[in-house]
């Protein structure tokens, strides 16, 4: 959660709102952030999914695990899942995506999930790299 514009959830009760949120946003959209599950233990892990992001008025996709699961690939086989699932069946036209500007790991999760750096800027408060990934893009990829 270091990199994360508002930081871990601090109460219980943040932890439900931040859920409450994913819920709603599920019933509104069909789909939300869901959690990931470890394969071998079935416990979770983290989360990860599209957002719709007013603030850039499209859908955001983003991802956190617990740093035991860092530097495995697992963030990036979830976002391509993701990626897959929007363009795929969800038929999202675009995502973005944003990395704080020193979460290293993250820009190159990014970039290996097929995202290309649009811009910087201040997102929620965070000085940010911006990604984007459009369906078309996307489907050369497969080509």
């Known amino acids: 959660m270091k990199f994360t514009p508002h930081g871990p959830d601090i109460t219980l009760e943040s ?3 931040r859920i409450a949120g994913y819920i709603e946003h599920q019933q509104q959209y069909g789909f939300a952030k869901w959690i990931i599950i470890d394969r071998n233990t079935l416990k979770p892990i983290g989360d990860s999914g599209p957002l719709y992001f007013p603030e850039c008025q499209t859908f955001e996709l983003g991802y956190r695990l617990l740093p ?3 530097n495995q690939g697992i963030a990036t086989e979830v976002a391509s899942a993701w990626i897959r699932y929007c363009f795929q069946v969800l038929d999202l036209k675009n995502l973005m995506a944003f ?3 020193k979460n290293l790991a993250s820009i190159r999760v990014l970039e290996k999930s097929g995202f290309q750096f649009s811009h910087q800027e201040c997102l929620m408060g965070m000085e940010s790299r911006v990604f984007n990934i459009g369906k078309s ?3 050369l990829s497969l080509q």
């Open 137 to 139: 893009e996307f489907e």
């Open 99 to 101: 990395a704080h500007t």
């Open 15 to 17: 932890t439900i709102t």
């Open 68 to 70: 035991g699961f860092w």
